[in-house]
């Protein structure tokens, strides 16, 4: 379990923490967990998502259990820079889907003394490190990698899946289009039939 920095220097100091994981996993579950938190503590908490993520909510960040918190939708990262800066906590959710400007945005705020926690996938369906995620997991003070569990083998999920037939990127979808899978079936079921 993630346990919140809790040094108190004279000076605030900011830091990034990333959520990552497969499709299923609890990344937006853990956010909000820790936004929650964060409000609980009395600070003032602002949470970001991609204005193209609107699965369950245009403007709320909805996990896959159906827990929810209002969110701001944004078409570039650099609107969180404008729109977070007077904040003591923000969130980010789908970071995958922003731009490269993310890692920047990120790293300012956290360098203004804020905390900046961050969910996305960490791969994409081919298996592949996801966008900006790899630059935002390696200038984070703290990962957490989440996994769901592989229907088919009952082991850690680390993959994600594609079952839809759509060969983008970038595909919004849910159990109908994505299943969580372990490293076996994702070898087994994805990279053999692409060879």
Known sequence: MFLENTINHAKQSG?????CGSMFSGKTEELIRR????????QKVEIFKPKVDTRYDEDE????????????????AMEILLLGSTCDVIGID????????????AN???????????????????GR??????FLMATAEYVTKV???????GNLANY??????????VELGETDSYEAVSRRVFVDEVLNKEI
């Open 147 to 153: 996994h769901a569990i592989c229907k088919k083998t």
């Open 129 to 134: 490190p996801f966008g900006p995620m790899p």
């Open 160 to 169: 994600s899946k594609r079952t839809s037939s759509g060969k983008d990127l």
């Open 15 to 19: 830091w990034m923490e990333v959520i």
């Open 61 to 76: 960040v909805v996990s896959h259990n159906h827990n929810k918190i209002m969110s701001t939708p944004v078409e570039s």
């Open 108 to 126: 300012q705020l956290a360098n203004n003394g804020i905390r900046v926690i961050i969910a996305g996938l960490d791969m994409d369906f081919l």
């Open 35 to 42: 936004l929650r938190r964060a409000e609980m503590a009395g």
């Open 94 to 105: 789908e970071a995958q889907f922003f731009d490269e400007n993310i890692t920047e945005v």
